[in-house]
């Protein structure tokens, strides 16, 4: 992780955040030059470095609904390693399914990423090591985390854009869940469910934030998300540094008031920007591409119009 | 040319069904792989070259039980007894890596793992009397009230009175869990069970049946989801199986075993398909040919390297799974 973007920044002290909104009406598209262009727009430098790609695999996925495309993950690797990455390892540790490598074969990832041997790390299984939570936002204190994650130089959370029925919309933050190995805490971490969602979100984020995200939202998903929503086309890939702005900007776009979404509120305490005047966009604006999501009827309070009550701050 | 080795014959003379033959792919590619990553310590990584954990370890250990005649084999599976041995807790517990503090899930595997050698059996004792202590947090009265005054009705459809075991401690009760700690207590008490022992028993029989997908089969525990019926998975599917195996004409085995064989046959990931062949020929039904696909997997991505792959894929390539049969309650049937 580079230390610059891993510091907790009171907002006030954070330098203005910057996204980018990119058309892309399929899968068939020319994903690696819109990404590579954004990359450089954003003078992201990795070379020399090691990049993981945290994609979002929960499972079995016929209708390429649930899981980050293998296209947009391919042609993210494709631009790192453009970049001058010394390795670009995509990654991932399903929450509810053992069968790792089945879900790959499923998604056809190999055809996108080639042999899966050398390129994907299943971070449930393998070395880990304990690390101090950087926030006390829940009661958990320290984790173990993977060595593969915590050796890289550059995180990239790269999630699909989807409703979440517990904690509203899972986006760069929430897909952060995907790092805490399976080995140690079972599939699911169900843990983090008993520390709170929003609390271990923001815990897990403040000690490994990611360096940038790239949002899968293509083919998004709305409803009762993160596994039995509907599919909700929406032709966008949202990129940015900023993980916060990022999800903000998506939360934007699916029609709900991302001030109202706890754990993005929360985080936009230490870990980035989420009011929208403190956004810049680049490429599409929000308004031109904004697709109502449906919700659950618990968490109609997100949209605009809803009756919300406010949060109380956990990280302060 | 990879070393190849002798297997025991079939337990108690019963072979597994439509098997003949698939050996060779265990014995040339999954056994040389499990010895070579075996560590200097006696246990096993996830992957070849990680440090050594409970779960792969155990893994290896309760398919080691299987062989026989090979020197370099009894030398492999005495380093790993003697590694879990080192690894437990004072508490009897296992943790999932040998620097931790707090026992998990791991310890019924560990547990199963010794028991499979016959060895150490004060410490699978200790080990299941840890298990027995070891209540899941929904439990707890607090619990029991907050989920009676704030749960979402509809969120999910579940009796939180049924409990099993959690994956850590004081968290919920999960599929998997259950069936690796019933599956110890199957064979650690293969006639009278101790009161509190049964009432640990029944309640998890309960459990399971409980969090079985409508029309069968298992997720990780949620049947229900918002009131769409939740889309089952086959690795819990096989656990919760194997461990309700006393069951076998009830209506959810019934259902779960047509389940699984409709999804053997889309399966695509070689964990997947070494444990539903496991648990298909457990309940003495056929499953296809399996050293050919299992070849092709191996073929396009090695297993992904994992050290638990390679030994359900032996396990399921190899003679009965002794370690998953038992005694059948109330029926004298193996």
Known sequence: MSVSNSQLLPSFKRPDAQVAIRRAEGYQANLSNLIYETLNEFGVSVRGQVVLLKANFVGPDPRGVVNTHPAVVGAARECFLRLGAKEVIVADGPALERDTEGILEMMRLREFIGPLAGSFVDLNIGDVRCVPLRTRASSLRELYLPEAVLRADFIVSMPKLKTHHWAGVTLSLKNMFGIVPGSCYGWPKNILHWAGITRAVLDITSTVRPDFAIVDGILGMEGNGPIQGVPKPCGVLVMGNDPVAVDATCARIMGLVPERIEHLAQASYLLGHLRDEKIRQIGESVASVRTPFEVLPSFRRLRAGGRHRGHSNCLA | ?334
Request: aromatic residues 10%; neutral net charge.
């Open chain 2, 1 to 334: 040319m990879p070393e190849t080795f002798k297997t025991a014959p079939p337990r108690n003379g019963k072979a597994r069904p439509e098997r003949g033959g698939e050996t060779s792919f265990r014995e040339e590619i999954c056994l040389p792989f499990l010895l070579k990553a075996q560590n200097e310590d006696g246990g096993w990584g996830y992957r070849l070259g990680q440090r050594s954990a409970v779960e792969p370890t155990s893994w290896t250990l309760l398919e080691l039980a299987s062989l026989s005649d090979s020197s370099a084999f009894e030398q492999a599976a005495g380093g790993a007894i003697n590694w879990l041995l080192a690894g437990q807790l004072p508490d009897g517990s296992w943790a999932a890596y040998p620097d931790q503090k707090e026992g998990c899930w791991t310890t019924a595997l560990a547990g199963l793992a010794l028991h499979a050698h016959g060895r150490a059996q004060d410490a699978v004792a200790k080990g299941f009397e840890w298990l027995c202590d070891a209540w899941p947090g929904e439990g707890a009265l607090w619990r029991r009230l907050q989920q009676r005054l704030f749960a979402r009705s509809n969120a999910v459809r579940q009796n939180p009175s049924l409990r099993g075991w959690s994956w850590t401690p004081g968290t919920s009760s999960w599929v998997e869990p259950t069936a690796y700690t019933l599956i110890l207590l199957h064979h650690l008490y293969p006639n009278e069970l101790p009161r509190r022992v049964e009432k640990r028993r029944r309640l998890a029989e309960a459990m399971l049946y409980d969090r079985m997908c409508p029309g069968g089969g298992w997720n990780s525990g949620n049947p229900l989801d918002y009131g769409v019926a939740g889309v089952p998975l086959v690795v819990p599917t096989v656990w919760a199986l194997l461990a309700l195996q006393d069951h076998p004409a009830r209506r959810e085995n019934q259902a779960s075993l047509e389940w699984l064989a409709r999804a053997c046959e889309t399966m695509q990931g070689p964990a997947s398909l070494g444990l539903a062949h496991i648990c298909l020929a457990a309940y003495s039904r056929p499953a296809g040919s399996l050293e050919p696909t299992l070849r092709g997997l191996y073929a396009k991505n090695e297993f992904l390297g994992s050290v638990p792959v390679a030994a359900w894929a032996a396990m399921a390539l190899g003679p009965e799974c002794r370690w998953l049969s038992w005694q059948r309650r109330g029926t004298g049937q193996p």
